[in-house]
């Protein structure tokens, strides 16, 4: 049985009604439940008498190294056999790392430890790393953003990824590496003997002077399949040379997070390269880099190539314009593997979503999820979208945020959700603005389609 409780305030009659389940459960989630130390004291008696608790997610907690002390005394029982332990936002300091480090050292069953957004700092990490290096630690998944790190921490991770071939997953996002520091990971990473799969360095002070060293990780890890480095001023110049390591035989990456990147048009050469030859690649996120409507262009006519795969795409805000939407309809019209397209917060217009329109119309288009918040998209244009929504059966998510439909318009998105052809699941209208009529129409609309969400 699993336990999946979220943002509920606990009262005593409550907590101790749950307690009494959670002695039978595999799974124990209570993310934002206002928990403190004291709760930490009764949830180390269930670890200790439940020996079939697999997973415990308490992120958004306060329990405070003190609540760590308690829990960490039923994970150290011989009995614990816990897999999963998420412990992100939950007020911990470096003092909590001592005690992580005897769970590391002493429980072979753990195998991912989420502590981000705590701020154990370097010294902090340095001490979770000893427990890293223990034969008896067996971690394959290590999530670490927003600990307030510095650059003093890659040796002792660079150590501890030597001494543990069990890691699959390593995540540093959100902490202030720099190059020096990220270039001596890398080192490390392509030494290493572990089978590394996913690397999140996204907002570590990376720029292009990083970039060799990360291509030398794809080309020499065929394990690593996601990668994310958004939100480092990388640029051109360094993503030409990550497009190195992409494009390398043994590079065998599925996921690529490039968002916020400083990249321009001229990026798209390359990247075009990588959409075209890497049937691997499944999803990528290119948001908030000035690509416009020439390197979309050079992008749409790489995923006409049979060897493009690309199921999701996330382009939104990137300088785009309707003069780009007849190559994205003529890729939606040829490529059948594209599922996600989020291309929202770009000046499209009515004229751009209609020739878009054209193109999720075609048979060979297989779309599930569309964005197209804040496009400049008005009334005009939702007797085409709500056409799509009733003959693309495929079509299930569809975000219209922030565009001036007016009533009119949402009362034609409303006539399509009553069609039963309409297949669609959830319907997103955030910051637009309606009437009473449409107010009715849309309680209405849930009694008549409770299969459909519409989010506003």
């Known amino acids: 049985m699993d336990l999946d409780i979220q943002c509920e305030e606990m009262s005593p009659s409550r907590w101790a009604e749950l307690l009494t389940t959670m002695k039978s459960c595999s799974t124990i989630r209570l993310d934002d439940c206002n928990l403190s130390s004291s709760n930490c004291r009764d949830l180390s008696s269930i670890i200790h008498t439940n020996p079939s608790l697999k997973e415990l997610k308490l992120n958004n907690n306060e329990l405070g190294d003190a609540g760590i002390e ?15 332990l998420w412990l992100q936002n939950c007020n911990l300091t470096s003092a909590s790392c001592e005690t992580l480090r005897s769970v590391l050292s002493a429980q072979p069953s753990l195998t991912e430890l989420h502590v981000g957004d705590n701020r154990l700092g370097t010294a902090g990490v340095k001490v979770l790393c000893q427990g890293l290096m223990n034969p008896n630690c067996k971690l394959q998944k290590l999530q670490l953003e927003y ?38 990971l890398c080192r490390g990473l392509v030494e290493a003997s572990c089978d590394l799969e996913l690397l999140h360095l996204e907002n570590c002070g990376i720029t292009s002077d990083s970039c060799r060293d990360i ?38 990456i599925q996921k690529l997070w490039l968002w916020d990147c400083d990249l321009t048009s001229a990026s798209c050469k390359d990247l075009s390269r990588v959409f075209s030859t890497k049937e691997t690649l499944l999803e990528v996120s290119l948001i908030d880099n000035n ?15 049979p060897k493009a ?23 939606l019209s040829v490529n059948k593997h594209l599922q996600v397209l989020h291309i929202g917060e770009n000046k499209l217009g009515n004229a751009g979503v209609e020739i878009l329109c054209e193109g999720l119309l075609h048979p060979n288009c297989n779309i599930h999820s569309l964005w ?34 007016d009533d009119e318009g949402v009362m034609k998105l409303c006539e399509a959700v009553r069609n039963p052809n309409c297949k669609m699941q959830q319907l997103i209208l955030y910051d637009i603005f309606w009437g009473p009529e ?7 609309l849930e009694e008549a389609r409770p299969d459909v969400k519409i989010i506003s």
């Open 70 to 84: 308690y829990l960490c005394k039923g994970l150290l029982t011989p009995s614990c056999s816990l897999q999963k």
């Open 147 to 184: 600990c307030e790190l510095t650059a003093d921490i890659v040796e002792a991770l660079n150590a501890a990824l030597q001494a543990k071939p069990t890691l699959k997953e390593l995540s540093l996002s959100n902490n202030t590496l720099g190059d020096t520091a990220v270039k001596q």
């Open 215 to 252: 291509s030398a990780v794809l080309s020499s890890k065929p394990s690593l399949l996601d990668l994310a480095v958004g939100d480092n001023k990388i640029g051109d110049t360094g993503l030409a040379l990550l497009c190195q390591g992409l494009l390398h035989p043994n590079c065998k």
């Open 291 to 305: 690509l416009r409507d020439s390197g979309m262009e050079m992008l749409c006519q790489a995923l006409k190539d």
């Open 309 to 331: 795969h690309l199921k999701e795409l996330w382009v939104r805000e990137c300088g785009l314009t309707a003069a780009c939407c007849k190559a994205v309809s003529s890729v």
């Open 372 to 405: 197209l918040g804040n496009c400049d998209i008005t009334a005009a244009c939702c007797a085409t979208l709500a056409n799509v929504m009733v003959t693309k059966q495929n079509l299930t998510e569809l975000d219209l945020s922030y565009n001036t439909l």
């Open 438 to 444: 449409v107010d009715d129409e849309l309680k209405a």
